[in-house]
């Protein structure tokens, strides 16, 4: 979207910073493939921000012409995501249990 840059700058930053807040002071999960989810997820914000302060847009060039057009940063920060979620599910104990019981 041209002309929302700087909105765009703007609550990308601020999100960051919530997230890295929030992270610094909850205890929840532990482990490393929390610490590398969360990893991914800021590489991918950061590299997004890198882009918009760069080049005033995020650039996206992986197209397959049947699914919406994205890049790295954007993977980056979905494989992070669900590996954040795999581990807060771990770390909670809930297990999945067969259907009819």
Excluded: T, Y
């Excluded at 890049?71 to 909670?92: E, T, W, Y």
């Amino acid at each position: 979207m041209k002309g929302q840059n700087l909105l765009f700058f703007l609550a990308s930053v601020a999100v960051l910073f919530l997230f890295l807040a929030v992270l610094w002071r909850w205890k929840g999960v532990q482990g490393r493939a929390f610490r590398v989810s969360l990893g991914l997820i800021m590489a991918g914000a950061v590299g997004n921000i890198i882009d918009r302060i760069f080049l005033g847009e995020v650039v996206d060039f992986i197209d397959f012409r049947f699914w919406p057009v994205f890049n790295l940063a954007d993977v980056a920060m979905v494989v992070g995501v669900a590996m954040a979620l795999f581990s807060i599910i771990k770390g909670m104990g809930i297990r999945a249990r067969p259907i009819g019981d």
